[in-house]
């Protein structure tokens, strides 16, 4: 379900992060749409804010819950172990004995991600018949790393990341589902994700700079939620120059935008 507020700010970079402190979220999150760009006026008359709408996706609590119990299926099991309708004693012991290795998982502790991850990739990857190894490193003040290794995980990547991008959205919703705080997981394979930064980075900086030296606006080819947070981590500091998303997906777009006496803070 798709939600807006609108916000103002001295100017549309300001009015964006003010937007953008209200609710908590980070700028490849929303989807921005500039209403009014800043006016200095002349001699402090006729002056005034930038107004922005910024809009975002309200994820609804039924869409985590299905992958979430399928790969996390041993936390149910002391249902049926607390019924004593059947007293046999050798047959519930067995079955049990037999689950030990997914227990840890179900009961494990909330700050205990690194299980939680592996136990939701495991079981995806294997429905999905693909074969790699989990690789679980920190990323930042508040990420976590996973690349993924093995051979042909071209199926994993699809084209232009879309199919990475899947697996990495359901694995945040499964592993955050029912955390206070959301920790930000990238999911990476073969490196993809890697080179493909890098590109974007270069592409980033060769528009901004057109964008200040012919001071009008660039909007780019439609991107996805990673590729557009990459342009707008890259040019989030480039002086006299702020970006925004617009259009809604899959057409969402990135544009890169001329703003005068913006500079890095």
Same mark, same amino acid.
């Given at each position: 379900?798709?939600?807006?507020?609108?916000?103002?700010?001295?100017?549309?970079?300001?009015?964006?992060?003010?937007?953008?402190?209200?609710?908590?979220?980070?700028?490849?999150? !929303?989807?921005?749409? !500039?209403?009014?760009?800043?006016? =200095?006026?002349?001699?402090?008359?006729?002056?005034?804010?930038?107004?922005?709408?910024?809009?975002?996706?309200?994820?609804?609590?039924?869409?985590?819950?299905?992958?979430?119990?399928?790969?996390?299926?041993?936390?149910?099991?002391?249902?049926?172990?607390?019924?004593?309708?059947?007293?046999?004693?050798?047959?519930?012991?067995?079955?049990?004995?037999?689950?030990?290795?997914?227990?840890?998982?179900?009961?494990?502790?909330?700050?205990?991600?690194?299980?939680?991850?592996?136990?939701?990739?495991?079981?995806?990857?294997?429905?999905?018949?693909?074969?790699?190894?989990?690789?679980?490193?920190?990323?930042?003040?508040?990420?976590?790393?996973?690349?993924?290794?093995?051979?042909?995980?071209?199926?994993?990547?699809?084209?232009?990341?879309?199919?990475?991008?899947?697996?990495?959205?359901?694995?945040?919703?499964?592993?955050?589902?029912?955390?206070?705080?959301?920790?930000?997981?990238?999911?990476?394979?073969?490196?993809?994700?890697?080179?493909?930064?890098?590109?974007?980075?270069?592409?980033?900086?060769?528009?901004?700079?057109? !964008?200040?030296?012919?001071?009008? =606006?660039?909007?780019?080819?439609?991107? =996805?939620?990673?590729?557009?947070?990459?342009?707008?981590?890259?040019?989030?500091?480039?002086?006299? !120059?702020?970006?925004?998303?617009?259009?809604?997906?899959? =057409?969402?777009?990135?544009?890169?935008?001329?703003?005068?006496?913006?500079?890095?803070?």
């Amino acid at each position: 379900m798709l939600k807006w507020i609108e916000a103002t700010g001295r100017s549309e970079e300001a009015a964006i992060q003010n937007a953008l402190a209200q609710l908590g979220l980070d700028r490849d999150s !929303v989807s921005v749409e !500039v209403l009014e760009r800043a006016r =200095n006026g002349f001699l402090g008359f006729g002056s005034s804010p930038a107004k922005v709408k910024v809009t975002y996706e309200v994820s609804q609590e039924e869409a985590p819950v299905s992958p979430v119990e399928e790969i996390f299926a041993p936390a149910p099991q002391p249902k049926p172990a607390a019924t004593p309708a059947r007293p046999a004693e050798a047959a519930p012991k067995g079955p049990a004995k037999a689950e030990v290795p997914a227990s840890p998982v179900s009961g494990a502790k909330p700050g205990d991600l690194e299980e939680r991850i592996r136990a939701f990739l495991s079981g995806l990857l294997a429905h999905m018949g693909v074969e790699a190894a989990i690789h679980v490193s920190p990323k930042g003040d508040n990420g976590i790393l996973v690349t993924l290794e093995g051979p042909k995980l071209g199926a994993l990547i699809g084209h232009r990341g879309e199919t990475l991008d899947a697996i990495q959205q359901l694995t945040n919703y499964a592993v955050n589902r029912g955390r206070t705080h959301r920790v930000r997981i990238h999911i990476d394979a073969e490196h993809y994700r890697a080179k493909r930064e890098e590109s974007l980075k270069r592409l980033a900086n060769k528009v901004a700079a057109k !964008v200040v030296k012919y001071r009008r =606006n660039i909007t780019l080819e439609p991107m =996805n939620a990673y590729e557009r947070h990459v342009i707008h981590e890259t040019l989030q500091d480039y002086p006299d !120059v702020i970006t925004y998303s617009t259009g809604t997906e899959p =057409n969402r777009r990135t544009v890169v935008a001329f703003s005068r006496g913006k500079h890095a803070y």
